[in-house]
T-cell receptor, first 114, second 113 residues
């Protein structure tokens, strides 16, 4: 039973054409994260929401935005995708941000930019 | 940012062999987590470690949180074909939570038929 669900699994977009990736969770976790993972690399945190509080990583480009309309859903918006934005995008959740609350990942959305 | 040195980068083993991989850091970590990622899938949590010296098993997997809080190892006994994948260690620094989770560079495990 999938608990962190990402749609779509594969997304193709054109250079410069806005794209939105979605994530939903059935865990009722407070925190939702978006990671970018390029081939053969470790996941890189883009930002996270603790409830409605948005926390951006310092090196996340402005091209990346996020929305969390409610506890269950979180969206990643890429305003003007470039070829370098092609990657696997992973959503994750955790109950809280502290100890004893490991991340649970979705299966990711693989983004291709043509 | 903080670095987690994970080794080896890749392993080629035969089915039935035992596997050992580790992560080290120059910084002290609160938590060590081990994830496995299959191709085209998200990472799946294998073992979570919360106390220095803690040794935890999950089936054929065993992981330990180093006494110095700067390292962790993962062992897999009697490997089987479904163990193939990339294994990531991850940790959060002392006094920070998951928002500062640092990932290792991964160990790619391949089983030779």
């Amino acid at each position: 039973d999938a608990m962190v669900i990402q749609n779509p699994r594969y997304q193709v977009t054109q250079f410069g054409k806005p794209v939105t990736l979605s994530c939903s969770q059935t865990l009722n976790h407070n925190v939702m994260y978006w990671y970018q993972q390029k081939s053969s690399q470790a996941p890189k945190l883009l930002f996270h929401y603790y409830d409605k509080d948005f926390n951006n990583e310092a090196d996340t480009p402005d091209n990346f935005q996020s929305r969390r309309p409610n506890t269950s859903f979180c969206f990643l918006d890429i305003r003007s995708p470039g070829l370098g934005d092609a990657a696997m995008y992973l959503c994750a959740t955790s109950r809280v941000t502290g100890n004893n609350s490991p991340l649970h990942f979705g299966n990711g959305t693989r983004l291709t930019v043509t | 940012g903080q670095q987690l040195n994970q080794s080896p980068q890749s392993m080629f083993i035969q089915e039935g062999e035992d596997v050992s991989m580790n992560c080290t850091s120059s910084s002290i970590f609160n938590t060590w987590l081990w994830y496995k990622q299959d191709p085209g899938e998200g990472p799946v949590l294998l073992i979570a470690l919360y106390k220095a010296g803690e040794l935890t098993s999950n089936g054929r997997l065993t992981a330990q949180f180093g006494i110095t809080r700067k390292d962790s190892f993962l062992n897999i006994s009697a490997s089987i074909p479904s163990d193939v994948g990339i294994y990531f260690c991850a940790g959060d620094l002392l006094n920070f939570g998951n928002e500062k989770l640092t990932f290792g560079t991964g160990t790619r495990l391949t089983i030779i038929p």
